[in-house]
């Protein structure tokens, strides 16, 4: 069995990496080409190019790099091809991995995408294309099981593998020790504004200026702020230089070790949300795109959230500070709000046991059996 996978995020590498464990269950003497990360690889996938070569956020931003991302599609199409995979996976990336997927399938090769693209939130004509790129959607959440299904297209709910790996309690005093934090160090804020370059530019100086004014606030805080990577890492050295914050932490990688030992975070939109309510720590989400990119998304958006937390619970659970609402004014009045007011916090941490109990199925491998059901239905 030869199965490529194409994943271009951290997130999508952690994904992968689950599935290919899974699917080595299943077919012992398989072989894994395509691109992933360091974790990918280390299960034993062959990774043509490096994880990051996708992470290009908003729509002018991607013009920029089209002529590059062309030409890496168009290498993996051709080798897919001349490697005789069974099947390949496109795990998250829709923009890129889709239009792999459609040219790939219209030459005979099993397609699944992982990691619906948030169709049903806007640009909901997508579902065509989708239809036409993959055999199978592998669904993460509840409620992007039910848009597939109600367009007829083929769907498999999995859960989601974070909340399988995340304890449903979590052991706030391991991870403080661990991390070298004292009881007299209160209160706990974790800073997470992203993975990608991108939304360390935009958010980077705005998270470091947010936790200087609750450092005014609340004196004796502590303040962690994880890079997701070594160029992350440097970017964010850098900011501090400028923007300098008492008691601040930055650490390399750990980012899970912070979701838990935090008494409240302030995070980016996106994967980091979900996982900082697997580890129940009440939050709020801010998120800035590039202006043009905003004002576009502002007429193609059909759902009333944009974050994780809030759309599974289906109302406004947890603050979510966009583009001009995403000041430090604002954001250190909702976090104080978190520290300062247990209800609130409370209200937030109950949903989150819910959430999470709704989405540990065992991810990986219920994907990979619909990964197999398909290939042997």
Not at 55 to 60: F, K, P, Q
Not at 284 to 306: E, H, Q
Request: glycine share 6%; with cysteine.
């Amino acid at each position: 069995m030869k199965i490529y996978l194409v994943a271009g995020e951290i997130s999508g590498d952690i994904l992968g990496a689950g599935l290919i464990t899974e699917l080595k269950a299943l077919y012992p003497a398989a072989e894994f080409r395509g691109m992933g990360g360091e974790l990918m690889q280390a299960q034993g996938l062959t990774s043509l190019y490096p994880l990051e070569t996708l992470s290009v956020m908003g729509l002018l931003e991607i013009l920029k790099h089209l002529p590059k991302l062309i030409k890496v599609r168009k290498h993996l199409y051709q080798d897919a091809l001349a490697w005789g995979a069974d099947v390949m996976i496109g795990i998250d990336s829709p923009d890129f991995n889709l239009g792999l997927e459609k040219k790939l399938r219209q030459q005979g090769m099993k397609t699944v995408h992982y990691v619906s693209p948030s169709v049903w939130a806007w640009r909901q004509g997508r579902i065509k294309g989708i239809k036409k790129s993959a055999d199978l959607m592998l669904a993460l959440l509840p409620f992007e099981a039910d848009f597939y299904q109600q367009h007829a297209m083929p769907v498999t709910f999995v859960g989601h593998p974070t909340a399988d790996k995340t304890p449903i309690e979590p052991n706030k005093s391991s991870a403080r020790n661990t991390l070298a934090l004292t009881d007299k160090q209160h209160p706990i804020i974790g800073l997470l504004p992203g993975s990608r370059s991108g939304e360390i530019a935009r958010l980077g100086e705005l998270f470091l200026q947010t936790a200087q004014a609750l450092k005014k606030l609340h004196p004796q805080a502590v303040f962690l702020l994880p890079a997701a990577s070594a160029k992350r890492y440097t970017e964010l050295e850098i900011l501090l230089t400028d923007n300098p914050v008492t008691d601040l932490k930055l650490l390399q990688g750990k980012a899970d070790l912070v979701l838990q030992a935090a008494d409240v975070c302030l995070v980016a939109s996106g994967t980091v949300a979900l996982e900082t309510l697997f580890c129940k720590t009440p939050m709020v989400v801010s998120y800035k795109l590039a202006p043009f990119t905003w004002w576009l998304s502002k007429w193609m958006l059909k759902s009333k959230w944009v974050s994780l937390p809030n759309l599974l619970a289906q109302k406004t659970l947890v603050h979510e500070r966009l583009q001009d609402q995403a000041n430090v004014e604002q954001l250190t009045y909702d976090l104080n709000e978190l520290l300062t007011q247990p209800a609130v916090a409370a209200e937030q941490t109950q949903a989150f046991y819910a959430i999470h109990q709704q989405l540990s199925c065992n991810a990986s491998k219920q994907a990979a059996k619909a990964v197999a059901n398909l290939l042997n239905p």
